[in-house]
């Protein structure tokens, strides 16, 4: 398989795919661009390359895998914001297939990627007792 340059497909899938066809916000936009940063940074410093030379397959699941662990571990991102990069990830490899049959199974493997289970918690509110309280409490200062 003849090694394909990231830089092509990340330009096509920022400006054909998120900005044409999506009409993503600019929030989304620079939410996908942080990733790709940290991602091509992270990868760069793995591989031994700089991320103008980088190819498709060597952003295999085990160097995601390493990355997403490595923004929970140094940067101390939580697990939404590893499920949120994990989301940027997969947006670009659904791109990535659709344009570039060969890479369907690399691309699968990645698809599949299992986002990380988080505790939602609950918003709670003041009950009567601790109102009452809050409202003595604001009177008497």
């Known amino acids: 398989m003849?090694?394909?340059?990231?830089?092509?497909?990340?330009q096509k899938f920022f400006t054909e795919r998120?900005?044409?066809q999506m009409d993503a916000?600019?929030?989304t936009i620079a939410?996908?661009?942080d990733t790709f940063r940290l991602l091509l940074n992270f990868a760069s410093e793995k591989i031994g390359k700089t991320p103008t030379k980088l190819?498709?397959?060597?952003?295999d699941v085990e160097l995601i895998g390493?990355?997403?662990d490595n923004m929970e571990s140094k940067r101390k991102n939580s697990s939404r914001s590893r499920n949120t990069r994990l989301a940027a990830i997969r947006s670009f490899f659904r791109f990535?297939?659709?344009n570039e049959p060969a890479y369907m199974?690399?691309?699968q493997r990645i698809l599949s990627m299992p986002g990380k289970r988080y505790v939602k918690r609950n918003i709670e509110y003041l009950n009567r007792n601790e109102m009452r309280d809050c409202i003595l409490k604001s009177v008497h200062n």
């Open 25 to 27: 916000s600019n929030h």
């Open 105 to 107: 199974f690399h691309c």
């Open 66 to 68: 390493l990355f997403l």
């Open 18 to 20: 998120l900005f044409n």
């Open 55 to 59: 190819c498709i397959d060597e952003l």
């Open 96 to 98: 990535v297939a659709i």
């Open 2 to 10: 003849k090694a394909i340059s990231l830089s092509v497909l990340i």
């Open 31 to 33: 939410s996908y661009r």
